[in-house]
Protein backbone atom coordinates (compact mmCIF):
# COMPACT_ATOMS: atom_id res chain seq x y z
CA UNK A 1 0.00 0.00 0.00
CA UNK A 2 1.28 3.25 -0.93
CA UNK A 3 1.42 6.01 2.39
CA UNK A 4 1.05 9.43 1.35
CA UNK A 5 2.94 11.31 4.15
CA UNK A 6 1.13 14.80 4.54
CA UNK A 7 3.57 18.08 5.49
CA UNK A 8 2.20 20.06 8.07
CA UNK A 9 2.11 23.62 7.45
CA UNK A 10 1.59 27.23 9.39
CA UNK A 11 2.48 30.51 8.53
CA UNK A 12 4.67 32.94 9.92
CA UNK A 13 6.30 36.12 9.35
CA UNK A 14 9.82 35.49 8.75
CA UNK A 15 10.97 39.11 8.77
CA UNK A 16 9.75 42.44 9.95
CA UNK A 17 11.52 45.58 11.57
CA UNK A 18 11.18 45.70 15.75
CA UNK A 19 7.93 45.98 17.02
CA UNK A 20 6.79 49.84 16.98
CA UNK A 21 6.51 51.64 20.25
CA UNK A 22 7.67 55.54 19.58
CA UNK A 23 8.81 56.01 15.92
CA UNK A 24 10.21 59.50 15.20
CA UNK A 25 8.63 62.01 13.49
CA UNK A 26 10.19 64.78 10.97
CA UNK A 27 10.47 67.98 12.87
CA UNK A 28 11.92 69.94 10.45
CA UNK A 29 14.81 71.22 13.36
CA UNK A 30 17.83 71.17 15.05
CA UNK A 31 16.51 72.61 18.35
CA UNK A 32 16.12 71.56 21.38
CA UNK A 33 12.05 70.90 22.01
CA UNK A 34 11.09 71.33 25.62
CA UNK A 35 7.45 71.46 25.39
CA UNK A 36 4.49 69.94 23.36
CA UNK A 37 0.64 69.68 23.68
CA UNK A 38 -2.43 69.05 21.83
CA UNK A 39 -5.84 70.45 21.26
CA UNK A 40 -7.75 67.51 19.68
CA UNK A 41 -6.05 64.25 18.47
CA UNK A 42 -4.81 65.88 15.16
CA UNK A 43 -3.84 69.46 16.28
CA UNK A 44 -0.57 70.33 18.29
CA UNK A 45 2.10 72.41 19.21
CA UNK A 46 5.43 72.31 20.50
CA UNK A 47 8.09 75.07 21.22
CA UNK A 48 12.06 75.29 22.24
CA UNK A 49 15.24 76.71 21.81
CA UNK A 50 16.02 79.65 19.39
CA UNK A 51 12.48 80.91 19.95
CA UNK A 52 10.66 77.45 17.96
CA UNK A 53 7.30 77.18 17.50
CA UNK A 54 5.96 74.59 15.24
CA UNK A 55 2.52 72.91 14.66
CA UNK A 56 1.14 70.02 13.19
CA UNK A 57 -2.33 69.52 11.94
CA UNK A 58 -2.49 66.25 10.95
CA UNK A 59 -1.57 64.25 13.91
CA UNK A 60 2.33 64.58 14.17
CA UNK A 61 3.01 63.47 10.08
CA UNK A 62 3.88 66.59 9.36
CA UNK A 63 5.20 69.83 11.50
CA UNK A 64 5.07 73.46 10.16
CA UNK A 65 7.41 75.90 11.72
CA UNK A 66 5.54 79.01 12.47
CA UNK A 67 7.65 82.10 12.39
CA UNK A 68 9.98 82.32 15.25
CA UNK A 69 11.49 85.12 17.84
CA UNK A 70 15.67 84.42 17.53
CA UNK A 71 17.15 84.61 20.75
CA UNK A 72 14.60 83.46 22.30
CA UNK A 73 14.40 79.81 24.66
CA UNK A 74 10.82 78.81 24.66
CA UNK A 75 9.92 76.00 27.49
CA UNK A 76 6.31 75.44 28.40
CA UNK A 77 3.00 75.53 25.59
CA UNK A 78 -0.24 75.48 27.25
CA UNK A 79 -3.66 75.62 25.04
CA UNK A 80 -7.12 76.73 26.82
CA UNK A 81 -8.96 75.55 23.30
CA UNK A 82 -8.43 75.10 19.92
CA UNK A 83 -7.38 78.64 19.47
CA UNK A 84 -6.02 80.17 22.52
CA UNK A 85 -2.60 79.34 23.83
CA UNK A 86 0.25 80.46 25.52
CA UNK A 87 4.18 80.23 25.62
CA UNK A 88 6.87 81.35 28.77
CA UNK A 89 10.19 81.59 27.97
CA UNK A 90 13.56 83.03 28.55
CA UNK A 91 14.09 86.70 29.88
CA UNK A 92 10.15 86.95 30.90
CA UNK A 93 8.62 85.88 27.83
CA UNK A 94 4.89 85.42 27.52
CA UNK A 95 3.43 84.92 23.80
CA UNK A 96 -0.51 84.34 22.91
CA UNK A 97 -2.91 82.92 20.49
CA UNK A 98 -5.96 83.79 19.91
CA UNK A 99 -6.10 82.05 16.09
CA UNK A 100 -4.61 78.70 16.65
CA UNK A 101 -1.12 79.76 16.06
CA UNK A 102 -1.37 81.79 13.15
CA UNK A 103 -0.30 85.48 14.52
CA UNK A 104 1.07 85.51 18.52
CA UNK A 105 1.30 88.41 20.44
CA UNK A 106 4.28 89.24 22.79
CA UNK A 107 3.51 90.79 26.00
CA UNK A 108 5.59 93.81 27.63
CA UNK A 109 7.54 90.66 30.34
CA UNK A 110 7.32 91.86 33.67
CA UNK A 111 9.73 89.91 34.89
CA UNK A 112 13.31 88.81 33.47
CA UNK A 113 13.64 85.74 34.83
CA UNK A 114 13.44 82.49 32.62
CA UNK A 115 9.32 81.42 32.78
CA UNK A 116 9.91 77.25 32.15
CA UNK A 117 6.04 76.11 32.75
CA UNK A 118 2.68 77.96 32.23
CA UNK A 119 -1.08 76.54 33.00
CA UNK A 120 -4.08 77.57 32.76
CA UNK A 121 -6.95 75.85 35.36
CA UNK A 122 -9.65 78.10 33.86
CA UNK A 123 -9.45 79.90 30.12
CA UNK A 124 -9.19 82.85 32.10
CA UNK A 125 -7.01 82.12 35.44
CA UNK A 126 -3.55 80.88 34.51
CA UNK A 127 -0.17 80.64 36.33
CA UNK A 128 3.65 80.93 35.36
CA UNK A 129 6.62 80.29 36.81
CA UNK A 130 10.29 80.22 36.71
CA UNK A 131 13.47 80.85 38.18
CA UNK A 132 14.58 82.72 41.48
CA UNK A 133 10.99 81.90 42.71
CA UNK A 134 9.03 83.53 40.11
CA UNK A 135 5.24 83.06 40.25
CA UNK A 136 3.22 85.33 37.58
CA UNK A 137 -0.87 84.98 37.56
CA UNK A 138 -3.88 86.38 35.38
CA UNK A 139 -6.85 86.77 35.75
CA UNK A 140 -8.04 87.73 32.12
CA UNK A 141 -7.14 84.97 30.01
CA UNK A 142 -3.52 86.92 29.34
CA UNK A 143 -5.52 89.98 27.89
CA UNK A 144 -3.67 92.31 30.31
CA UNK A 145 -0.02 92.51 32.25
CA UNK A 146 0.26 89.41 34.50
CA UNK A 147 0.86 89.96 38.23
CA UNK A 148 4.13 88.85 40.25
CA UNK A 149 2.68 87.08 42.79
CA UNK A 150 4.27 86.65 46.27
CA UNK A 151 6.48 83.66 46.35
CA UNK A 152 8.13 81.84 49.63
CA UNK A 153 11.68 81.13 47.51
CA UNK A 154 14.40 81.36 45.34
CA UNK A 155 15.18 78.94 43.92
CA UNK A 156 14.49 77.62 40.54
CA UNK A 157 10.69 76.74 39.72
CA UNK A 158 10.20 74.07 36.99
CA UNK A 159 6.46 73.07 36.62
CA UNK A 160 3.10 74.54 37.92
CA UNK A 161 -0.31 72.32 37.56
CA UNK A 162 -3.65 74.31 39.38
CA UNK A 163 -6.55 71.20 39.83
CA UNK A 164 -9.09 74.44 40.32
CA UNK A 165 -9.05 78.32 40.35
CA UNK A 166 -7.66 78.23 43.57
CA UNK A 167 -5.58 75.34 44.40
CA UNK A 168 -1.83 74.60 42.37
CA UNK A 169 1.26 73.24 43.02
CA UNK A 170 4.42 74.34 41.52
CA UNK A 171 7.83 71.72 41.81
CA UNK A 172 11.63 72.80 41.45
CA UNK A 173 14.69 72.51 42.54
CA UNK A 174 16.37 71.71 46.01
CA UNK A 175 13.30 69.26 46.51
CA UNK A 176 10.80 71.86 46.73
CA UNK A 177 6.80 71.89 46.56
CA UNK A 178 4.66 74.73 47.25
CA UNK A 179 0.37 74.47 47.57
CA UNK A 180 -1.49 77.32 47.19
CA UNK A 181 -4.87 77.01 48.22
CA UNK A 182 -6.65 80.55 47.47
CA UNK A 183 -5.42 81.33 44.57
CA UNK A 184 -1.49 82.09 44.64
CA UNK A 185 -2.16 84.34 47.86
CA UNK A 186 -0.31 82.39 50.47
CA UNK A 187 1.63 79.57 49.65
CA UNK A 188 3.25 76.70 51.76
CA UNK A 189 5.71 73.64 51.64
CA UNK A 190 5.33 70.47 51.45
CA UNK A 191 7.32 67.64 52.69
CA UNK A 192 8.72 66.29 49.69
CA UNK A 193 11.17 63.46 51.70
CA UNK A 194 14.29 65.53 49.22
CA UNK A 195 16.22 68.31 50.00
CA UNK A 196 18.85 67.70 46.96
CA UNK A 197 16.87 66.41 43.73
CA UNK A 198 15.48 68.67 41.00
CA UNK A 199 11.69 67.89 40.86
CA UNK A 200 11.32 68.88 37.27
CA UNK A 201 7.22 67.77 36.58
CA UNK A 202 4.24 67.73 38.80
CA UNK A 203 0.65 66.49 37.84
CA UNK A 204 -2.86 65.69 39.59
CA UNK A 205 -5.21 63.14 38.26
CA UNK A 206 -8.17 64.30 41.16
CA UNK A 207 -7.87 66.83 43.80
CA UNK A 208 -6.39 64.22 45.96
CA UNK A 209 -3.82 62.21 43.96
CA UNK A 210 -0.60 63.61 42.36
CA UNK A 211 2.81 62.60 40.83
CA UNK A 212 6.17 65.13 40.38
CA UNK A 213 8.75 63.45 38.91
CA UNK A 214 12.46 64.82 38.87
CA UNK A 215 16.72 63.93 39.10
CA UNK A 216 17.93 60.21 39.46
CA UNK A 217 14.72 58.92 38.59
CA UNK A 218 12.73 60.18 40.92
CA UNK A 219 9.63 59.60 41.44
CA UNK A 220 7.09 61.00 43.94
CA UNK A 221 3.10 60.31 44.58
CA UNK A 222 1.02 62.27 46.90
CA UNK A 223 -2.67 60.27 47.75
CA UNK A 224 -4.22 63.32 49.92
CA UNK A 225 -3.50 66.63 47.95
CA UNK A 226 0.34 66.73 49.06
CA UNK A 227 0.28 66.68 52.55
CA UNK A 228 2.35 63.83 52.43
CA UNK A 229 4.88 62.45 49.67
CA UNK A 230 5.61 58.63 48.96
CA UNK A 231 8.40 57.59 46.44
CA UNK A 232 7.90 54.94 44.37
CA UNK A 233 11.40 52.85 44.14
CA UNK A 234 13.45 53.95 40.82
CA UNK A 235 13.53 51.83 37.99
CA UNK A 236 16.35 54.35 36.49
CA UNK A 237 18.45 57.02 37.34
CA UNK A 238 17.84 58.86 34.53
CA UNK A 239 16.53 62.10 35.57
CA UNK A 240 12.60 62.52 34.79
CA UNK A 241 11.67 65.84 32.85
CA UNK A 242 7.98 65.32 32.29
CA UNK A 243 4.84 63.52 34.02
CA UNK A 244 1.90 63.16 32.20
CA UNK A 245 -1.21 60.95 33.25
CA UNK A 246 -4.42 59.66 30.75
CA UNK A 247 -7.05 58.75 33.30
CA UNK A 248 -6.18 57.66 36.87
CA UNK A 249 -4.14 54.77 36.35
CA UNK A 250 -2.16 55.24 33.06
CA UNK A 251 0.41 57.35 33.26
CA UNK A 252 4.10 58.32 31.22
CA UNK A 253 7.10 59.93 32.48
CA UNK A 254 10.21 61.12 30.18
CA UNK A 255 13.93 62.12 30.87
CA UNK A 256 16.90 61.63 29.71
CA UNK A 257 18.69 59.53 27.94
CA UNK A 258 15.95 58.60 25.92
CA UNK A 259 13.73 57.43 28.83
CA UNK A 260 10.36 56.78 28.55
CA UNK A 261 8.33 54.81 32.31
CA UNK A 262 4.46 54.46 31.73
CA UNK A 263 2.31 52.68 34.52
CA UNK A 264 -0.96 51.23 34.76
CA UNK A 265 -1.79 50.94 38.32
CA UNK A 266 -2.06 54.26 39.42
CA UNK A 267 1.82 54.86 39.78
CA UNK A 268 2.52 51.89 41.81
CA UNK A 269 4.68 50.06 39.27
CA UNK A 270 6.54 51.70 36.11
CA UNK A 271 7.76 49.92 33.32
CA UNK A 272 10.95 51.18 30.58
CA UNK A 273 9.58 51.73 27.26
CA UNK A 274 11.85 51.64 24.10
CA UNK A 275 11.67 55.10 22.95
CA UNK A 276 14.76 53.85 20.06
CA UNK A 277 16.67 56.97 20.91
CA UNK A 278 19.09 58.44 23.46
CA UNK A 279 18.08 62.01 22.81
CA UNK A 280 17.28 63.95 26.21
CA UNK A 281 14.01 64.14 26.45
CA UNK A 282 12.03 67.13 28.00
CA UNK A 283 7.51 67.21 27.24
CA UNK A 284 5.11 64.39 26.99
CA UNK A 285 1.74 64.51 26.08
CA UNK A 286 -1.41 61.78 24.92
CA UNK A 287 -4.35 62.80 22.99
CA UNK A 288 -6.39 59.20 24.13
CA UNK A 289 -5.02 56.01 25.14
CA UNK A 290 -3.12 55.29 22.19
CA UNK A 291 -1.76 57.95 21.12
CA UNK A 292 0.85 60.20 22.38
CA UNK A 293 4.51 62.42 22.04
CA UNK A 294 7.61 63.05 23.47
CA UNK A 295 9.82 65.95 22.45
CA UNK A 296 13.54 66.53 23.09
CA UNK A 297 16.50 67.61 22.27
CA UNK A 298 17.92 67.83 18.94
CA UNK A 299 14.43 68.49 17.12
CA UNK A 300 13.60 65.14 18.67
CA UNK A 301 9.38 64.45 18.23
CA UNK A 302 8.39 60.74 18.71
CA UNK A 303 5.26 59.31 18.32
CA UNK A 304 3.07 55.90 19.33
CA UNK A 305 -0.12 55.07 18.09
CA UNK A 306 -0.19 52.07 20.41
CA UNK A 307 0.30 52.85 23.64
CA UNK A 308 4.17 52.56 23.85
CA UNK A 309 3.26 49.31 24.15
CA UNK A 310 4.41 46.55 22.17
CA UNK A 311 1.82 44.98 19.79
CA UNK A 312 2.46 41.92 16.99
CA UNK A 313 0.98 42.28 13.59
CA UNK A 314 -2.28 40.26 13.19
CA UNK A 315 -1.81 37.28 10.90
CA UNK A 316 -3.78 34.20 10.05
CA UNK A 317 -2.98 30.87 7.83
CA UNK A 318 -4.47 29.45 4.94
CA UNK A 319 -5.37 26.11 5.34
CA UNK A 320 -3.03 24.01 3.39
CA UNK A 321 -5.26 22.62 -0.03
CA UNK A 322 -3.58 20.28 -3.02
CA UNK A 323 -1.87 17.84 -0.31
CA UNK A 324 0.41 15.15 -1.83
CA UNK A 325 2.91 13.24 -0.44
CA UNK A 326 6.22 15.81 -0.71
CA UNK A 327 4.01 19.42 -1.06
CA UNK A 328 1.05 21.51 -0.27
CA UNK A 329 0.29 25.24 -0.83
CA UNK A 330 -0.65 27.65 1.69
CA UNK A 331 -0.38 30.76 2.32
CA UNK A 332 -1.36 33.79 5.24
CA UNK A 333 -3.04 37.10 5.73
CA UNK A 334 -1.51 39.77 7.56
CA UNK A 335 -4.50 42.20 8.27
CA UNK A 336 -2.94 44.81 11.10
CA UNK A 337 1.06 45.33 10.60
CA UNK A 338 1.10 46.03 14.86
CA UNK A 339 2.58 49.46 13.82
CA UNK A 340 5.71 48.12 12.36
CA UNK A 341 6.40 47.51 8.41
CA UNK A 342 6.35 43.58 7.61
CA UNK A 343 9.93 43.50 5.81
CA UNK A 344 9.43 39.82 4.90
CA UNK A 345 6.21 37.29 5.30
CA UNK A 346 5.54 33.04 4.45
CA UNK A 347 5.10 30.24 5.40
CA UNK A 348 6.93 27.60 7.75
CA UNK A 349 6.49 23.64 7.00
CA UNK A 350 7.85 20.84 8.34
CA UNK A 351 7.30 16.81 8.41
CA UNK A 352 6.59 17.26 12.74
CA UNK A 353 4.09 19.63 14.28
CA UNK A 354 4.77 23.14 14.61
CA UNK A 355 7.17 24.32 12.25
CA UNK A 356 9.91 26.76 13.10
CA UNK A 357 11.88 29.77 11.31
CA UNK A 358 14.12 27.59 11.93
CA UNK A 359 12.51 24.36 9.33
CA UNK A 360 12.25 25.47 5.55
CA UNK A 361 9.88 28.14 5.04
CA UNK A 362 9.19 30.17 1.88
CA UNK A 363 9.36 34.08 1.40
CA UNK A 364 6.23 35.41 -0.31
CA UNK A 365 6.94 39.28 -0.52
CA UNK A 366 6.20 41.83 1.99
CA UNK A 367 3.60 44.20 3.43
CA UNK A 368 0.39 43.43 4.95
CA UNK A 369 -2.38 41.76 2.88
CA UNK A 370 -3.13 37.97 1.67
CA UNK A 371 -0.22 36.00 0.03
CA UNK A 372 0.36 32.33 -1.35
Known amino acids: ?7 SIAFALIGFSSYAQWTLQPSGTSNELTSVYFTDVNTGYCVGGNGTKLKTANGG ?8 LSGIFYYSVYFTDINTGHITGSNGRIVKTTDGGHTWFNYNPVTTYALASVHFPTSNIGYAVG ?15 WTVLSSPTSVQLNSVFFIDNNTGYVVGTNGVI ?11 FLPSGTTTEWLQSVFFTDANNGYVVGGAGTILKTVNAGTTWSSIPPITNQPLNSVFFLNP ?9 G ?7 AGVTWTVQSSGTTNDLFSVYFTDANKGYVVGDHGTILKTTTGGEVVPPTLSTTSPVSITGTSAISGGDITSTGGAPIMARGVCYALWEYPELTDSHTT ?7 FV
Request: without cysteine; proline residues 2%.
Open 259 to 265: TILKTID
Open 61 to 68: TNWVLQPN
Open 178 to 188: LKTTDGGTIWT
Open 131 to 145: TTGTILKTTNGGSSM
Open 364 to 370: DGSGSGS
Open 1 to 7: MKKTIIL
Open 249 to 257: NTGYAAGYN
